[in-house]
């Protein structure tokens, strides 16, 4: 077990001079990308507070977003806490339940909007980027006053929760998964575990991008399902593919090193992505365009292997014996 | 009844004297299939999670059922189960060799009666994956004897109640034969069968209409007759359903929501269930956590462990094993490790006795 840890380190020196580990993952992802993430949905919220004209806040909307997508599939520690992660981006939301909450919402005129702890304790399908979208690119005009002090609530939350994620990994997760397998630490019990953590979420963002922002709404041939795309009144369902990518192929280097065949894969993807020229997916209800977007799942599914194994290698971790193949 | 077959049961063999006891086997608490390199084994563990025994085994199995009485263990296959093992825990032997008879696959688990005489496993007919339980004469080197209708489809674990009564989780998924490819899920619809010991059907219960994509799997026994339920979601992934449902015969079936909070952490899947003293707790390997509940079906808290899978009654608590080797201990001051072995521990934990 040493002796291999040791052969394994001294594997990963000669091969990344930028040091990929779980300390690079952190230090050179996840606290920066955090800390971008909790300044664009801070000035989201002081944007929010001056203006609620929408052709102000969609850009700074979106500038948040953007910068949500970098930390987004890193679904463990404080995002997982009280349910952050699920607040910050409900989606996919088969049943609608939170443009039916946000309906009652606005119909009843809840006071909610003034309290901001009662408003975080509301549910997780009411808050986040996605109650913002409706009520920035509603699809019925919205009046009166209310709708502008639901902007405010809402976009005052969602800079709420960033601001703990950043602090959560700062003032004690970071530490918690460098200190893995030290006495004390009953989170993770070996180095191994916290570098299988952050594979695993490395693992799940490729099936995330895969499986749901493109699977979703790409449906069956005979079946495209384009309404359903994430995303889809901004038109940002490709950019949010696109971004996870780049977001993904950064995060695996800085935590694994080079992955040259990962690297090729999603630069393939990203070309195919771009080819596409279908921001909001509505193209997958044509024959091309349906057959277009399923090779570009392909080569999503593509990278995500070749990620797997090229990251999995260069840490010595792969997914779980029982997560792999349970019953 | 059921104590005095119980008791006539030891009594005989008190008298017949057993060549070997568990006790020659180490004593062991618990029963877990691992992967240890590229090898698979059994092992019998302490309740402090020592290992008392370890054997090879051919293949990677799924569950054991452990004998009242003698040191064996019987380790099923994994689905399509071709073969279950009857293994001598005491002298490290493979005893006997279970196949399944022409069209049928063992589905993963068994349970002995009370008295350790018979042995009854779930399986299907391959085709169909139409439920049956077969049923082997344990005294006499386990030969089929009789086989009966589960009343479901894919039934999955099945356990042996205090009073005798077998009941059997039909997980309500039919499969492919060859690859396990589910091949009903829009229609499944599973359900919790109460056997009387001799294979009548005594009572059946569905969960739902809205949940008949909830496939019942995995059971936990409760001293009051509780049976807790096991869940894995075959709908939508990104709607939360219940996977923890409780029932007790003449009574509804109970099903135990979390927080909307922790809705989504077990991923829809519920990988092993146990009930211990005052509580139910649930594992998801693809969720890394342990969901706890008290007996009465409320949510209590989730808890992160890496691949937790394995989970079954301490005296004080609960013991989980998961697949970086680890076993802990649940107790009032959380999920505390016991110790790690240099091995991947399987999807499920076996108490005995």
Same mark, same amino acid.
């Given at each position: 077990m040493g002796l291999k840890n040791l052969a394994m380190a001294v594997a990963l020196l000669l091969a990344s001079p930028a040091h990929a580990d779980v300390a690079g993952a952190i230090n050179n992802r996840i606290l920066p990308d955090l800390g971008a993430f909790r300044d664009a949905t801070r000035t989201l919220a002081e944007t929010a507070a001056e203006t609620c004209a929408p052709e102000t806040l969609r850009p700074v909307w979106n500038a948040a977003f953007d910068a949500w997508l970098p930390v987004s599939f890193l679904r463990l520690g404080p995002a997982e806490d009280e349910g952050r992660i699920l607040a910050i981006a409900f989606w996919p939301d088969p049943k609608g339940i939170g443009a039916r909450q946000q309906r009652q919402l606005l119909q009843s005129?809840? /006071? $909610? $909007?003034?309290?901001p702890a009662g408003f975080a304790e509301r549910s997780v399908a009411l808050r986040g980027f996605f109650a913002l979208e409706r009520l920035l690119y509603p699809t019925e005009p919205l009046t009166g006053d209310y709708p502008c002090a639901l902007i405010r609530a809402t976009a005052a939350d969602l800079a709420r929760m960033a601001a703990e994620i950043d602090q959560g990994w700062r003032d004690g997760f970071a530490q918690t998964l460098l200190s893995a397998g030290q006495p004390g630490n009953s989170l993770y019990l070996t180095e191994a575990e916290a570098k299988q953590a952050l594979y695993t979420q490395l693992m799940t963002g490729f099936e995330f991008t895969a499986d749901q922002r493109l699977g979703r709404p790409l449906g069956t041939f005979e079946r495209p399902r384009p309404e359903r795309a994430e995303a889809r009144a901004s038109a940002r369902s490709l950019r949010n593919v696109e971004l996870s990518l780049q977001s993904l192929l950064a995060f695996g280097e800085a935590l694994a090193g080079p992955l040259p065949e990962t690297r090729a894969d999603v630069a393939q993807a990203l070309t195919a992505a771009a080819a596409l020229k279908d921001p909001d997916f509505?193209?997958? /209800?044509q024959p091309q365009g349906h057959v277009r977007a399923e090779a570009l799942l392909g080569l999503v599914r593509t990278a995500q292997d070749s990620a797997g194994a090229e990251a999995g290698a260069a840490l010595g971790v792969e997914v779980g014996f029982n997560s792999a193949d349970g019953d | 009844m059921a104590t005095r077959r119980g008791f006539l049961a030891s009594f005989a063999a008190a008298l017949t004297v057993p060549r070997l006891s568990w006790a020659d086997a180490g004593n062991p608490g618990f029963l877990a299939a691992a992967k240890q390199g590229d090898g698979f084994i059994l092992c019998g563990l302490a @309740? *402090?999670?020592?290992?008392v025994f370890r054997i090879p085994l051919p293949a990677r199995g799924h569950a054991a059922a452990a004998h009242p009485i003698r040191p064996e263990a019987v380790g099923f296959a994994r689905r399509p189960g071709t073969f279950a093992l009857v293994i001598d825990c005491a002298r490290g032997e493979i005893a006997h060799r279970l196949t399944p008879p022409e069209g049928r696959q063992f589905n993963g688990h068994g349970a002995f009666s009370a008295d350790g005489l018979l042995l009854y496993n779930s399986e299907v007919? =391959?085709?169909?994956?139409e439920g049956r339980i077969g049923v082997w004469d344990a005294a006499r080197g386990y030969a089929r004897i009789d086989e009966w209708p589960s009343h479901g489809i894919g039934p999955h674990e099945l356990r042996r109640m205090g009073d005798g009564t077998l009941v059997v989780a039909n997980g309500g998924i039919q499969t492919d034969p060859a690859d396990r490819r589910k091949l009903n899920l829009d229609t499944m619809r599973p359900n919790l069968t109460y056997l009387s010991p001799e294979g009548a059907l005594l009572d059946q219960v569905t969960l739902h209409p809205d949940l008949h994509q909830a496939s019942i799997r995995h059971l936990a026994l409760g001293a009051d007759g509780t049976v807790a339920c096991a869940l894995q979601w075959e709908? *939508? @992934? =990104?709607e939360a359903v219940p996977l923890l449902a409780l029932h007790r015969r003449d009574h509804p079936v109970v099903m135990c929501p979390t927080p909307e909070n922790e809705a989504w952490a077990m991923k829809g899947y519920a990988g092993s269930i146990a009930l211990g003293g005052d509580r139910i707790a649930l594992t998801s390997p693809p969720g890394g956590v342990v969901q706890v509940f008290d007996t009465a079906g409320n949510f209590i808290e989730t808890i992160r462990r890496t691949d937790a899978s394995g989970v079954a009654p301490l005296a004080d608590g609960l013991m989980v094993t998961d697949g970086t080797g680890a076993i802990s201990r649940l107790g009032p001051d959380g999920l505390v490790p016991l110790q790690r072995h240099d091995l991947a521990w399987d999807n499920h934990l076996v108490a005995l006795g």
């Open positions: 005129q809840d /006071a $909610v $909007v003034g309290d509505s193209g997958f /209800a | @309740p *402090d999670g020592q290992i007919v =391959a085709e169909t994956s709908g *939508d @992934p =990104a």
